[in-house]
């Protein structure tokens, strides 16, 4: 399944970034000269270009997370839920935790683009689908399986 492929765009508007190289390393970076020392300091961001957008996709949840962060995704009825995480004889000594949503919305710079979320990163049962419900005894005998990714399905693009 191909993935969304996205480009950042810096909004370079005010200010400006020189080049500086670590002392140790030689590392070449942009620092704001404005900003005292020379601790990296990148762009603003102006907002995204999508540059491949799929009418199927997968995408995980770390880049979820991240796009909420920098607020150009946005989720829809958003839920939050934990699963038991622990071993099977104490499947509740740890936990995982999941956020669950309807729709996921990408604003880029040139209009947004609505997904269906189709499928949640959850705890499933292993050899199941999606509807097949995580019990006891599924904890028990260690059938259960974790997705840290989305399904999604394009709906709409403005």
């Known amino acids: 399944m191909q993935g969304i492929k996205l480009h950042k765009v810096a909004d370079k508007s005010g200010g400006e970034r020189v080049v500086r190289y ?20 990148p762009w603003p961001l102006a907002g995204i270009r999508l540059l491949e957008a799929p009418d199927e996709v997968r995408i995980s949840t770390t880049f979820v997370d991240q796009g909420v962060e920098e607020g150009w995704l946005t989720g829809e009825n ?6 038991p ?10 936990w995982h935790h999941f956020m669950h949503y309807d729709s996921l919305t ?11 979320v189709v499928h949640q990163p959850d705890k499933y049962v292993a050899d199941g689908n999606d509807s097949d419900e995580v019990t006891p005894d599924t ?13 999604l399905e394009k709906e709409e693009q403005s």
């Open 22 to 41: 670590d002392p140790e390393t030689g590392e070449q970076k942009l620092v704001n000269p404005d900003t005292e020392g020379d601790a990296h300091e």
């Open 78 to 83: 958003e839920r939050f839920l934990r699963r």
């Open 85 to 94: 995480a622990g071993p099977a004889d104490r499947p509740t000594s740890r």
């Open 106 to 116: 990408f604003h880029t710079l040139d209009g947004d683009v609505k997904y269906k």
């Open 139 to 151: 904890y028990r005998e260690g059938n259960t399986r974790v997705d840290w990714f989305y399904g």
